[in-house]
């Protein structure tokens, strides 16, 4: 009987050292998976942040070759309100992409919004642009489109990969793709016929359109669809971060920050909802 219980007293033991072991092992889990994307960003003073340099209104370089735009005036002033240095670092879509999720930057800010492959990895901050998809087609004939279904057979430009080629491809368009090119490439190659259409976001397009009025290319009237909001794009994971994000960015719509820094380039308010009343939904699926 005393070697039993003493067996007995050893099997108890061991489950109890199991069971402590397992909960030090939690703990090391723990400690291994906690979000510490905010404090290193703060030990390190630097937000860095990719971008393109090529998307006006929202990232692009003035006159004085200054990078500038709406998310990038936005994302520096996030910047200036944690008390950090905003780094930007210029990759195409996909590199920008793959710079967040790789960490080689904090967040992307050039019109991201998120369809759904992109969501099962990423996340969006706060909204700081509403929105709706158009198309920019040849002022001469309309590109011979009226509806999205016209967009069989068409040449519809853009990056490869984006949620706005994959809706072209959907209706049966042919991709023609180009690695971060500048807007005036893009409207040339619409109006000489190199391309037929491109889709992308109302305001952008309306923008790009009003700063290159000599290439005749416009917006396809009435043909509006999937209402949005764009924000900055996140890794999942990193809620710490966004969180500090989110909070300067809601500081900016209260005191009238995101309003003026959205007037000095859209010349509206792209970061509350627009009045125009988009019902048509198209997914890439």
């Not at 090529?54 to 070759?65: H, I, M, V």
């Not at 992109?118 to 158009?134: G, N, Q, T, V």
């Not at 409207?187 to 005749?216: C, E, F, H, W």
């Not at 396809?220 to 960015?249: I, M, P, Q, R, S």
């Amino acid at each position: 009987m005393k070697k039993r219980w003493v067996a007995a007293v050893l099997t108890v033991s061991g489950l109890l050292l199991a069971a402590c072991g397992g909960q030090a092992q939690s703990k090391g889990r723990e400690n291994e998976t906690k979000d510490m994307s905010w404090e290193q960003v703060e030990k390190a003073g630097t937000l860095t942040v990719a971008t393109s340099g090529t998307l006006f209104p929202s990232s692009y370089y003035n006159d004085k070759n200054q990078l500038v735009g709406y998310d990038v005036d936005v994302a520096k002033e996030v910047a200036k309100r944690l008390d950090l240095k905003a780094v930007f670092k210029e990759y195409n879509v996909d590199g920008q992409i793959a710079s967040v999720n790789r960490g080689e930057t904090d967040f992307a800010a050039n019109d991201f919004g998120l369809s759904g492959e992109r969501a099962k990895k990423f996340m969006l901050s706060e909204p700081i642009k509403y929105s709706f998809d158009s198309m920019i087609v040849r002022q001469s004939d309309d590109s011979g489109i009226k509806s999205l279904a016209d967009l069989k057979g068409k040449k519809a430009a853009g990056e490869p990969n984006t949620g706005y080629m994959k809706i072209a491809e959907k209706y049966g368009a042919q991709l023609v793709t180009y690695d971060n090119a500048t807007n005036d490439q893009y409207l040339t190659d619409v109006a000489n016929g190199r391309t037929d259409v491109i889709l992308n976001d109302y305001y952008l397009q309306k923008m790009s359109v009003g700063a290159l009025p000599d290439i005749p290319v416009k917006i396809l009237e009435d043909v509006y669809f999937n209402a949005n909001f764009t924000g900055f794009l996140f890794v999942k994971g990193h809620d710490a971060l966004k969180n500090k994000v989110d909070e300067a960015l809601k500081e900016m719509q209260a005191d009238g920050t995101l309003q003026q820094i959205s007037e000095a380039y859209f010349q509206t308010d792209v970061s509350i909802k627009p009045k125009q009343e988009v019902s048509e939904t198209v997914t890439a699926d």
